[in-house]
């Protein structure tokens, strides 16, 4: 059983930073991927990121790609989504899960944070 808390959302102007945490309560913690997603309101749920239990980071949505990094301590059992250059399309809520596969398919995940909100505005 692995219970996730995410963390570090807020309203940010164009432009700006935000990391985003994701801390595990939990056995095996460094056995599960860790993805990042998003759902932004009237939208699906988009896949943007993961890293695998061997610390490799995958990149799913363009919109992740040369803007975000994704990395874990599983000494801490946190893993860190570093966002810059936030844009207003960025707008979202964003969780956090936890699962045994590579993938960037929301289904495949067990565990899931409550989410939280991202709003990038001026």
């Known amino acids: 059983q692995l219970q996730l808390v995410e963390s570090g959302g807020g309203l940010v102007q164009p432009g700006g930073s935000l990391r985003l945490s994701c801390a595990a309560s939990g056995d095996t913690f460094s056995s599960y991927t860790i993805a990042w997603f998003r759902q932004a309101p009237g939208k699906e749920r988009e896949g943007l990121l993961l890293?695998?239990?061997?610390?490799?980071?995958?990149y799913y949505a363009d919109s992740a790609k040369g803007r975000w990094t994704i990395v874990r301590d599983n000494a801490k059992k946190v893993v860190y989504l570093q966002m810059n250059n936030l844009k207003p399309e960025d707008t979202a809520i964003y969780y956090c899960a936890a699962g045994w596969k590579v993938s960037p398919r929301w289904d495949e995940y067990n565990y899931w944070g409550q989410g939280t909100q991202v709003t990038v505005s001026s």
């Open positions: 890293i695998s239990s061997s610390d490799s980071p995958w």
